[in-house]
């Protein structure tokens, strides 16, 4: 009997879903509709779909157009029954953004942090921005039923625990999760930007065509996430991908053992930090350098954007940098791309805003480099990828039967 009761419960639970996901794919529907899409029979239809609006995870909103008869009431999910927080911790700013449970996100705000913020002061800028937002979209906090956080770093297991990470900069001991969980009392996720992205990109960017993808993050840090047949791969404690720990001679391999706190031997050849690095050491050798011009001859403003913008205008020392550091990039590059043979890659980060001038510094010296050239291209959501990607996790890992 036991066994009997179970098996009806899990039939109902099943049909329930069918028909929240035909609601949710194909609304606004009848309940003839729904029958005949789902081939659930009338009765069990009309009993489960009262049990979806005495839950309000669905709503009658208006009258159809009749076939011959009554006119039909159709009914939609209601996707403005919990909301969803996405909270973007960069290394120099947060975005936050609020979504409905259909993934549409409703509004978002942006902050950049001051020079002198610690982490408890990034924290509690994300915190007064989840406040804004919520003000803004005039809605009760405890709708609020799961948040994302989003962070670049180390991680100990996937949304548990982050290690270390860039906005920690003075690499302070706080619990990112914990200190969300007890302010809003929800669920809290911790994930690597770079995988969000490369979700944000499927959902809604340039990989939505593609099953095999190559996302490579170039920023201050430079780190990559890839998908095969159709799935995003995390690798042990969620750390796939570190791309700026590659090696890049035999040499550096001899002699450099990985410390996960520092940036890796890629990464001090070619990265913003690395590109900053070079610029300041061009400036000195030659105080005329137009990149120095362009921040107005403090040294301290001095950035990698700086050296692209420099080397974008056509500045020979700018454009040379590049030029000795993308063979460095391109080298790693086409050794993933032989092992992984992707059919696109996808360049993400602040320096995927240089556009065709990056891709040309790329394509150039690998395409014969490689068995399979995939397609390269620019992300279209650039920094919303991860926001979209944060969001469609949480639904991807959301039972809207039991959760909401």
């Known amino acids: 009997m036991h066994y009997l009761k179970q098996s009806q419960r899990d039939v109902k639970k099943n049909n329930l879903n069918l028909i929240l996901n035909t609601i949710i794919k194909h609304e606004p529907l009848s309940r003839a509709d729904i029958v005949r899409i789902t081939k659930i029979s009338k009765p069990t239809v009309s009993n489960l779909i009262d049990y979806l609006l005495q839950r309000e995870i669905i709503n009658e909103i208006g009258i159809g157009e009749s076939k011959g008869g009554r006119k039909p009431i159709l009914i939609s999910f209601n996707n403005l029954r919990k909301y969803i927080v996405a909270t973007d911790l960069g290394r120099e700013d947060c975005t936050v953004a609020i979504s409905d449970l259909k993934g549409n996100i409703l509004d978002k705000a942006n902050e950049k942090f001051k020079k002198q913020d610690r982490l408890n002061d990034k924290l509690k800028i994300a915190k007064d921005l989840i406040h804004l937002l919520i003000n803004n979209l005039k809605i009760e906090p405890s709708l609020i039923f799961k948040i994302s956080c989003i962070a670049p770093g180390v991680y100990t297991e996937r949304g548990k625990e982050l290690k270390w990470s860039p906005v920690n900069t003075q690499n302070e001991g706080a619990d990112i999760k914990n200190y969300f969980e007890s302010e809003y009392h929800v669920p809290v996720i911790i994930n690597h930007s770079t995988k969000l992205s490369l979700l944000g990109e499927k959902v809604a960017g340039k990989a939505k065509e593609y099953k095999n993808v190559l996302y490579i993050d170039f920023a201050y840090g430079l780190g990559c996430s890839f998908m095969i047949d159709g799935n995003i791969y995390f690798g042990m404690n969620n750390s796939a991908g570190e791309f700026g720990y590659f090696y890049s001679s035999l040499q550096e391999f001899m002699n450099n053992t990985v410390k996960p706190y520092e940036f890796g031997c890629l990464e001090k050849r070619i990265s913003g930090y690395a590109l900053q690095n070079k610029g300041l050491e061009k400036v000195k050798e030659n105080p005329q350098s137009r ?46 791309i032989n ?26 010296e690998i395409k014969d480099r490689v068995l399979h050239m995939p397609k390269l291209e620019i992300s279209e959501l650039k920094k919303d990828a991860s926001i979209v990607g944060a969001i469609h996790y949480l639904l991807n890992n959301t039972d809207l039967l039991e959760e909401i």
Not at 302 to 331: C, H, P, W
Request: charged share 20%.
């Open 291 to 336: 990149i120095l011009e362009l921040v107005q001859g403090d040294q301290d403003k001095i950035t990698g954007r700086t050296v692209f913008q420099a080397a974008m205008e056509g500045d020979q020392e700018a454009t040379e940098i590049l030029k000795s550091s993308f063979r460095y990039f391109n080298m790693a590059l086409a050794n993933i």
């Open 339 to 364: 092992l992984l043979t992707p059919e696109i890659v996808i360049f993400g980060g602040g320096f995927s805003n240089a556009g065709k001038y990056l891709l040309d510094l790329i394509n150039g």
